[in-house]
């Protein structure tokens, strides 16, 4: 490349985890010609989508806000932040927005924004999935138009193009809605002529900031380099320092296919690829290859569908302990058929479920037999029904059984540890991903919508 | 007999995605991982068993480099569903660590 390597700092594994000032300094120091960072991911859930809120706390993305964009404006450097406010939905992108105007007028800078939306209109899907545009992953099936209705927001999960378009329109700053990892930090070397294969894979090598390092809990950031050869990785902090086995690792990482990464345009292939000890602190890596392919966008969706009403409760008791699967059972039962007995065929297709913390909450599989008895288990009782009103109704009908039901029916009724009064909590909706399907387009740009703030005009106006 | 913990430096799950769990077995040397990596034991039958996972969608990839297997799994329910216990399926890999081992490989 006619520059010599392309460096990309990328702070932090998520927009708001706790970026270091000093590790952005070492990169700009050492010549990183933008920030790059995602805001969010789906593994938390799909409540963030279909509420279009954040994960995190508002205060923790300003503080990192702060920090990034006051560098950005120092250096000169574009600020490039993708799946903005953890979901990357329109509102998730306008609460992040709302964020970085806050912070402009407080560092009193005046930032050329773009703000990059995917979200998607459900009868424009619904036309593209009739067309046969849109396919299926497995393991989910064919789309049909009631799995779209049933999503409260769908968003596209953006490549790097419409990034480079913003960059090339001059943006200062970035905040793009859902977009996938690898090309919020690849979009800036891809423009700039750097090779696709390393581009891609530095990207992905980066996403989760110091994930990819020895000491992991040491910094936040990496810094990346691209070349015309492959790419160099190594910590933000100086403390900390990347060896092949932490940098091929984290191809593992979150990923179903160690060697074969897909993305919007083609396939990220690191089957080849050789890892190398650059120097004390950097890996170097050469031999990735960018397969082109037809142009995709992955779709997410997330639906709120049934209500749940939540009830917890603590065991002590020694008995009950030394027969808690028998418990466990008998409990359930007694529950079903009160709500039976109680509230009848209004209750609908209700669902209870017991989760015996201490025991086998997480997996819900009975122990071997012979497993000693825990000294303490809490239950957590879930009911579902299809309205919250419901949910709550068969909470209290339940609640006498929950709170006292014993081992032995000749033994006086036990009273077990529960902590708050009401003692039943309205949880709110099951909040689901509904799609896992990728629509095609001619066009990377095509289901992608810039706005433009430009605060230097604001501020002349 | 041998089992998964006995032969595993670490072993972890994770989400990959909102509908599939990917597993990593990193074996603690090259004698275990090339005695061990290809185990039969460690087929899509034991995750339909322990996971409820359609076996004919199991994927399974060798990393000599590492002396990791992956294992990649769709999930029974999507994340977040009703029943969900574990969202971020990052306990999901408890229950291989008992799993035994056969040295006398079936790849």
Redesign the interface.
């Known amino acids: 490349m006619r520059d010599g390597p392309i460096k990309i700092l990328v702070p932090t594994g998520s927009l708001g985890a706790g970026a270091v000032e000093a590790e952005v300094a070492y990169g700009i120091a050492q010549g990183a010609r933008a920030i790059a960072t995602d805001a969010g991911s ?6 963030y989508l279909a509420l279009g809120v954040s994960k995190n706390n508002r205060g923790s993305v300003k503080r990192d806000l702060t920090i990034l964009m006051k560098a950005s404006a120092q250096a000169g450097i574009p600020l490039i932040i993708g799946t903005s406010g953890q979901a990357g939905g329109d509102r998730n992108v306008d609460w992040t927005r709302d964020i970085v105007l806050e912070v402009a007028r407080e560092l009193r800078i005046s930032p050329k924004i773009a703000l990059l939306y995917s979200e998607q209109d459900k009868a424009d899907l619904k036309a593209r999935n009739a067309a046969g545009k849109i396919r299926p ?4 099936g064919p789309l049909d138009d009631a799995t779209i209705d049933a999503c409260e927001h769908i968003v596209a999960a953006m490549g790097p193009e419409p990034y480079m378009a913003a960059l090339q329109g001059g943006a200062d700053i970035i905040l793009g809605g859902r977009t996938t990892d690898t090309a919020v930090i690849a979009c800036f070397a891809l423009l700039h002529g750097a090779p696709s294969g390393p581009s891609w894979h530095a990207a992905k090598i980066a996403e989760c900031g110091a994930q990819a390092t020895v000491v992991r809990n040491k910094g936040a950031g990496v810094l990346i380099s691209i070349g015309d050869d492959g790419f160099e990785v190594e910590p933000l902090s100086l403390d900390n320092w990347c060896d092949p ?1 932490s940098v ?2 984290h191809m ?8 074969r990464l897909t993305e919007p345009g083609g396939v990220l292939d690191v089957s080849r690829s050789v ?1 190398a000890q650059a120097d004390k602190r950097s890996v170097k890596v050469t031999g990735s290859v960018w397969e082109p392919k037809p142009y995709t966008l992955k779709l ?1 969706g997330a639906a709120a569908s ?1 209500f ?1 009403t939540i009830m917890l409760i603590g065991i002590q008791d020694p008995d009950v302990l030394a027969n808690i699967d028998t418990f466990h059972d008998n409990l359930l039962e007694a529950l079903n058929q009160r709500v039976h007995a109680t509230i009848g065929p209004a209750a609908g297709d209700f ?1 209870i ?1 017991l ?1 015996l913390y201490g025991w086998n ?5 009975k122990p071997p037999e012979g497993t000693p008895p825990p000294r303490e288990v809490g239950v957590l009782f879930v009911a ?1 029904a299809d309205t919250q009103e419901m949910a709550s109704q068969i909470a209290k009908a339940c609640n006498p059984y929950f709170f006292h039901y014993p081992l032995f029916m000749d033994r006086e009724l036990p009273s077990y540890g529960f902590a708050f009064t009401p003692a039943d909590i309205d949880r709110g909706p ?5 799609l ?1 399907h990728v629509v095609e387009v001619d066009d990377p740009l095509e289901l992608v919508r810039t706005v433009w703030i430009d605060l230097r005009n604001e501020e002349a106006a | 007999m041998t089992t998964v913990k006995d032969v595993c430096r670490h072993v972890r799950s994770k989400n990959a995605g909102p509908f599939w769990v990917t597993v990593d077995l990193f074996f603690d040397g090259e004698d275990n991982y090339a005695r061990y990596h290809d185990s039969a034991a460690l087929g899509p039958d034991l995750f339909a068993r322990l996971y409820g996972a359609d076996p004919a969608l199991v994927k399974r990839f060798a990393v000599p480099s590492l002396h990791v297997v992956k294992i990649s799994y769709p999930r029974a329910t999507s994340q977040g569903g009703m029943v969900e216990r574990d969202m971020h399926a990052g306990q999901q890999y408890v229950r291989l660590l008992d799993v035994e081992l056969d040295a006398e490989a079936v790849s």
């Open positions: 789906t593994d938390s859930g799909a409540a992953l497995p393991p989910l086995e091929s690792a593992l990482y979150e990923n179903s296919d160690p060697f890892y997410e049934r749940q669902h479920s989760r909450a997480v997996s819900g599989d579902t099951v909040f689901e991903f509904k896992n």
